[in-house]
Nanobody, 120 residues
Framework: QVQLVESGGALVQPGGSLRLSCTAS????????IGWFRQVPGKEREGVSC????????YYADSVKGRFTISIDNAKNTMYLQMNSLKPADTAVYHC?????????????WGQGTQVTVSS
């Protein structure tokens, strides 16, 4: 059974840092494109960051570029989002995501989400 489980969300003050983790079971993340998304109630889901496994290039939303860093630890089958210089606008539920195309099929998985709240 495939499962992605996020952790690390918390209440932090503006300017603080958090590291979100997403541990996978049932799949090997090294074989997937991986990414992080966030969502606020009443607003559309926003893509935050991803790694293209085909060339290992990274992508960041303009709103987080220079502050967030995506990474993967293949030995632990875990992906991370390091978040620095946090702003109130970063408050959201953060979801990890993994997908791949293999043998003519698309495989797409989401974590349940972890809450990040940035407030004074």
């Amino acid at each position: 059974q495939v499962q992605l489980v996020e952790s690390g969300g918390a209440l932090v003050q503006p300017g603080g840092s958090l590291r979100l983790s997403c541990t996978a079971s049932g799949i090997t993340l090294d074989y997937y494109q991986i990414g992080w998304f966030r969502q606020v109630p009443g607003k559309e889901r926003e893509g935050v960051s991803c790694i293209d496994s085909s060339d290992t290039s990274t992508y960041y939303a303009d709103s987080v570029k220079g502050r967030f860093t995506i990474s993967i630890d293949n030995a632990k089958n875990t992906m991370y989002l390091q978040m620095n210089s946090l702003k109130p606008a970063d408050t959201a539920v953060y979801h990890c995501h993994a997908d791949q195309y293999y043998d003519g099929s698309h495989y797409d998985y989401w974590g349940q989400g972890t809450q990040v709240t940035v407030s004074s």
